[in-house]
């Protein structure tokens, strides 16, 4: 009924319910509106924190609510969908609850912590109608795709092994070191390398093995400051991944073939530019890309997705690829050997055409909310 009903009003633009308001939704999801007019609009903000919900919602001009309000969130009429950036545990029963509203979802990353809720949400969007993408803002960058179509086109000759390494120093007390809550760099910052290896390999990893690095340090509560993985894909190529919230800021990927390498260095950086270094024939050509609001485009896709009846892409299959990997390389540390993975067939991969620019978004003011990195 929900659902039928929205249909009938005939929007130019969908409403966007924010659910959560962290660093990540403050910084950059509710800046990117501005950069997305046309598409998407900002209808309502969720929050526990009631000097958040105030001043946010005096800052952006729209109605405010707490977590038990969240059914009447989803009832409203100007909510066509939910922009979910709560903690990582979290996202499973919002998106289910939205769904099975008639809400349209769109989920931080990574999109649940364990295959089992990725497919509740997957089966909920499918019984609710609705669409459900994954917030892969890399799926739209111009470098990324850029670097990928050139992977395609041969350029590299045959890829043969992928490196990624992406750290930074978290402060004592950070969110993203409480295990209840899903934190560590594992689910934080290890997403960005295991899906920039598949998306550059095009392929799915059929081996998983991984260490973590225990460290006596206050800042991580039952979290492994460190982790260390290997993908083992088909045709014998191999893909290395290391990522830490107790190391000095390190951002990069990088792609060998057999006639050349492409590097991203920084790779998955919202802030700033990221830069590309191309080699071939020991020639090395670099390029600097603007600096770009990498939110927006998520938004306009998903956006025009919901208003032209489209599948998205990243769709809810891509994410749950990632926390597949993430949940083997948990089990392989555990039990200190390789995980072999089921085979998986993904059709859908980030395009050419995706690609969209828009400008920077101003520097945002920040309340009850911590940042990433000291």
Not at 24 to 37: G, K
Not at 293 to 302: G, K, S, Y
Request: hydrophobic share 40%; with cysteine; aromatic share 8%.
């Amino acid at each position: 009924m929900a659902r039928e009903r929205r249909r009938e009003r005939g929007r130019r633009t969908v409403g966007y319910a924010v659910v959560g308001l962290g660093h990540i939704a403050q910084a950059a999801v509710l800046p990117a509106f501005e950069h997305a007019r046309g598409t998407s609009r900002l209808a309502a903000l969720v929050s526990g924190d009631a000097t958040k919900r105030k001043a946010i919602g005096k800052r952006h001009g729209v109605p405010t609510f707490g977590y038990e309000d969240l059914d009447d969130v989803f009832a409203r009429e100007d909510v066509d969908a939910v922009y979910i950036a709560l903690p990582n545990t979290e996202h499973a029963a919002c998106a289910v609850r939205a769904a099975r509203a008639g809400v349209h979802v769109l989920t931080e990353k990574p999109m649940a912590t364990s295959e089992e809720d990725c497919r509740a949400m997957i089966a909920a969007a499918e019984e609710g109608g609705v669409k459900l993408m994954v917030a892969y803002r890399l799926h739209f960058d111009p470098a990324t795709l850029e670097t990928v179509e050139l992977v395609r086109a041969g350029k590299l000759g045959e890829p043969r092994f992928f490196s990624s390494d992406f750290s930074y120093q978290v402060e004592p007390g950070n969110i993203r070191t409480d295990a209840r809550l899903g934190g560590g760099a594992i689910w934080d910052l290890g997403p960005y390398c295991v899906n920039a290896a598949r998306y550059l390999f095009g392929a799915e990893p059929i081996e998983v093995f991984a260490m973590e690095a225990l460290a006596r340090d206050r800042r991580f509560h039952g979290v492994p400051e460190a982790w260390s993985v290997t993908l083992r894909f088909p045709d014998e190529r191999l893909a290395t991944l290391t990522c830490s919230f107790g190391a000095a800021p390190v951002d990069t990927c990088r792609l060998v073939g057999t006639k050349g390498d492409v590097r991203l260095e920084p790779a998955f950086e919202y802030v700033g530019s990221l830069v590309r270094h191309l080699t071939i024939d020991e020639r090395t050509r670099t390029k600097k890309y603007p600096p770009s609001d990498q939110f927006a485009p998520e938004l306009v896709h998903f956006s025009r997705c919901v208003l032209e009846d489209r599948e998205p892409e990243p769709d809810g299959w891509e994410g749950l690829a990632d926390v597949r990997i993430i949940e083997a390389a948990l089990r392989s540390a555990r039990e200190r050997q390789p995980v072999r993975l089921e085979p998986i067939e993904r059709r859908r991969r980030p395009r050419a055409e995706q690609a969209m620019h828009r400008p920077p978004v101003a520097k945002a003011g920040v309340v009850h909310a911590q940042a990433p990195s000291q």
